[in-house]
C-alpha cells in the first residue's frame, strides 16, 4: 500500500517513466487490484515496447488475463499489448496524434502543430483526437494508449509503433525535436496533390487560431475596461455606500463572466469549422481550385451589446 501510494505522487513528475508504471503495476497486482495493475502494465508497454520489460509486462498480462491465471495457452506475445497505432497507418508516413481539449495549453500546441506541419507534413502525418470523443476508434486509442493527461502527443514511426510520447506543458523544443527524428527517418514524400493538401490544412488552422487570438485580445481589453471603470465608479461614492459598491461589482462580474463565457462559445466555433474545412478536403478533390476562397475562410461578423 505504500509502495502504491510513493508511486502515484510520483506520477505527475515521473509518467512517462516505464519503470514507474511497472513497478506500480506489481504493487497493486500484490494488493490485489487486477484491473488498475492491468491498465499500469498497458502503459508501461506503451512508453516500452521493446526490451526486457516490455517482455516483463507481457508476461505479467498474459497472467493476468488468462481465464486460469496462468500463461497465454497462445504462448505468443499478448494481444493487449499496444504494439502498433490501430487504423492510422497512411503508406510508409510516421505520424504525430495530439489529443486535445481546447484549454490554453492545448491551444497552445495546436499552434506549434500546425506550424511543425507546414515545414513536415510532406514526410509525417498529423492527427488531431479530442480527449471526450465518442468516437469507438478514438477511445480505443484513448484506452489503449493510456492517454490520462491534456494535451499528450503520441509519435509513431513508419512501422505505426509508438516510439515516444509527451504530456503536459509540452516545450516547444521537445516537439520539434520528437518531429525531425520522424521525418528524418520517414521513406515516404508526399505528392504535390497531397503538399497542396497539407497547405490547406495548415492555413485553416492558421486563419482559426489568429481570430481566436484576436477575439482573446479583444475580450481582455474590454474586462480591462470594465474593471478600470468599476474602480473610477466605486472611488467616487460617497461614504457609506456599501451597498452600492456591492452591486456593481456583482454587475461587473456578470458582464465579465458573460464575455467568458461568449469567448468560450467563439473559440469552440471557430475550431469545429476549422476542423470541418480540414476533414471536408479529400485527396481527390483536393480543395476543387486548390485556393481558399472568401467564403471558406472569412469569419462570422458579431456585434455585441456592452
Excluded: W
Excluded at 520528437?178 to 521525418?183: D, E, I, V
Amino acid at each position: 500500500m505504500d509502495a502504491v501510494g510513493l508511486l502515484g505522487q510520483a506520477q505527475s513528475a515521473e509518467f512517462n517513466n516505464p519503470v514507474l508504471h511497472y513497478y506500480l503495476a506489481n504493487a497493486l497486482s500484490k494488493i490485489n487490484q487486477k484491473n488498475d495493475a492491468i491498465r499500469e502494465y498497458k502503459v508501461a508497454l506503451a512508453l516500452q515496447p521493446e526490451g526486457q520489460l516490455a517482455d516483463y509486462c507481457q508476461k505479467a498480462l498474459s497472467s493476468l488475463t488468462s481465464p486460469k491465471g496462468g500463461a497465454n495457452s497462445k504462448g505468443g506475445v499478448n494481444p493487449l499489448a499496444p504494439k502498433t497505432v490501430l487504423g492510422l497507418t497512411n503508406g510508409q508516413q510516421p505520424q504525430i496524434m495530439a489529443i486535445v481539449c481546447g484549454c490554453p495549453l492545448c491551444h497552445s500546441l495546436e499552434i506549434s502543430l500546425a506550424d511543425l506541419q507546414t515545414k513536415f507534413g510532406d514526410k509525417v502525418a498529423f492527427r488531431k483526437l479530442q480527449q471526450t470523443s465518442t468516437d469507438p476508434k478514438d477511445m480505443d486509442i484513448l484506452m489503449r494508449y493510456a492517454v490520462l493527461a491534456c494535451p499528450t502527443v503520441l509519435f509513431f514511426d513508419a512501422q505505426g509503433q509508438l516510439v515516444n510520447r509527451v504530456s503536459g506543458q509540452i516545450p516547444d523544443t521537445d516537439i520539434y525535436k520528437n518531429t525531425q527524428a520522424l521525418a528524418t527517418a520517414s521513406p515516404r514524400t508526399l505528392s504535390k496533390d497531397e503538399q497542396r493538401l497539407t497547405q490547406q490544412r495548415s492555413q485553416i488552422n492558421a486563419d482559426a487560431q489568429a481570430r481566436i487570438n484576436d477575439d482573446q485580445r479583444r475580450v481582455d481589453n474590454e474586462i480591462s475596461m470594465i474593471q478600470n471603470q468599476l474602480a473610477i465608479d466605486i472611488a467616487n461614492l460617497p461614504r457609506y455606500s456599501g451597498n452600492i459598491a456591492t452591486q456593481l461589482r456583482a454587475d461587473a462580474d456578470k458582464r465579465i463572466t458573460q464575455l467568458k463565457a461568449d469567448l468560450e462559445r467563439r473559440k469552440k466555433e471557430y475550431s469545429g469549422a476549422a476542423d470541418a474545412r480540414v476533414g471536408a478536403l479529400s485527396p481527390s478533390n483536393p480543395g476543387g481550385s486548390g485556393r481558399l476562397t472568401p467564403e471558406t475562410i472569412s469569419p462570422t461578423v458579431r456585434t455585441y451589446d456592452h
